[in-house]
């Protein structure tokens, strides 16, 4: 595929220009035809990419949930799909993204199916939007589906936004005090010593071992920070590897409080992702598939795989699953009931809905837990910066 810049009119005589790809210049000019453009300028060119935007877009949970909503009403008004994309392309605040959007209308309008015009932009679109929308455009509801996606997406932003704010009060404390233990050791320690010693004040052993400490660091900056950089890379690296990731996600797991939350999270999205793809008429298998690539979790995606291949030999979804101690038994044996009465995507819903309660109150919990350890650890460390600033006072005076 080759990269064309075009300029051109409308009907209307408005003047348009822009770039679109295709296999050369006479599918170029005829895919800009069949958009209604009258052609004044069709050259081979190089696209820039636009200012402070990388090729390799990354849409967050709430841009595609807006896209998805703008798009399910675009069409179910009676627009038609290239009419929605251009609508769609001109509101899209990311330049980036608006090219995507447009090489996509051009595309199918020269006659590409709207799902292999999504999957030349993988990068850009998630595996389960791509899929779901070749299930409602094989089906012939993609608005919908795309109402369903909307939905789906907004959890998922709701989800992530309830973790960012439990983490961001421990966050700001710990930043705060760490600039306080900084400002102590190397501005108010060393100025009270420098006095006191003009004074004959002799300086305590704990003292001395602070500032020895400190102007290690201080000296010696370079090696800390080379020290930190290869165990940096080098736990990226290795956690890069298939036994690396795994060890990682099983470590997670397992914490006491901060595992149980991220085994919380990954059943919601489980069982709603899951929900959300057998209601659109995917089949269990390529579901399976599909939930796996999803999976961000090495233990969990290894489970899914398993899982997928019990349903292939014949078994339900609920056995495979019930080999794996990361799946709780209420979840398989609701699964289970869910199979039995063939009700599965209704109990999925379920079993989600109740999952993100328990995310809520988990967050909650854990963040009126992490609090007083986070202000316990640091107030351990200021009392011992501020007892080695205050020793040299209190020689001072019993010298005196």
């Not at 850009?124 to 369903?148: D, K, Q, S």
């Not at 500032?211 to 290795?238: E, H, M, P, Q, S």
């Not at 036994?243 to 914490?255: N, S, V």
């Not at 009126?368 to 460390?381: G, N, Q, R």
């Amino acid at each position: 595929m080759k990269n064309f810049a075009y300029e051109g009119r409308t009907r209307s005589g408005r003047r348009v220009q822009g770039f679109l790809k295709a296999e050369n210049e006479e599918v170029a000019a005829t895919k800009l035809r069949r958009e209604g453009y009258y052609i004044t300028s069709l050259k081979e060119a190089v696209r820039p990419a636009p200012f402070g935007f990388q090729r390799r877009i990354r849409l967050k949970a709430k841009n595609l949930a807006l896209f998805c909503r703008q798009f399910a009403i675009m069409l179910g008004t009676g627009l038609t799909l290239v009419e929605s994309l251009e609508l769609l392309e001109g509101q899209a605040v990311n330049p980036a993204f608006a090219e995507v959007l447009e090489e996509i209308r051009l595309e199918v309008a020269s006659g590409t199916a709207f799902t292999k015009a999504l999957e030349r932009h993988r990068r850009v679109f998630p595996h389960v939007f791509i899929y779901l929308v070749e299930a409602g455009e094989t089906a012939g509801a993609l608005p919908e589906v795309l109402e369903r996606l909307a939905l789906y997406y907004e959890r998922e932003d709701e989800l992530r936004k309830k973790l960012s704010e439990a983490l961001m009060y421990p966050g700001i404390i710990t930043a705060v005090s760490l600039l306080m233990v900084i400002v102590l050791l190397f501005v108010v320690l060393p100025l009270l010593v420098k006095n006191f010693a003009g004074l004959g004040v002799e300086t305590p052993a704990l003292t001395v071992k602070v500032l020895n400490v400190k102007d290690w660091f201080t000296d010696y900056w370079y090696v800390v920070f080379a020290a930190c950089t290869a165990i940096i890379l080098g736990l990226r690296a290795y956690l890069r590897t298939k036994q690396g990731r795994f060890l990682k996600d099983y470590f997670l797991l397992a914490l006491p409080a901060l595992g149980e939350m991220q085994k919380m999270v990954i059943f919601s999205r489980f069982c709603r992702t899951l929900s959300l793809l057998l209601s659109s008429g995917i089949a269990m298998i390529p579901t399976l598939q599909i939930l796996e690539r999803l999976m961000d979790n090495s233990v969990v995606k290894k489970a899914v795989q398993e899982a997928a291949a019990g349903v292939e030999r014949g078994q339900g979804i609920s056995t495979p699953l019930a080999e794996h101690k990361v799946f709780p038994n209420m979840l398989i044996q609701m699964v289970a009931v869910g199979e039995e009465t063939g009700n599965l995507e209704t109990v999925l819903v379920q079993l989600a809905d109740y999952y993100d309660r328990e995310v809520n109150f988990a967050v909650a919990s854990f963040t009126k837990v992490l609090e007083p350890v986070i202000m316990l650890l640091l107030a351990i460390v200021v009392l011992f910066i501020l007892i080695s600033v205050y020793l040299p006072m209190m020689e001072m005076v019993t010298a005196i």
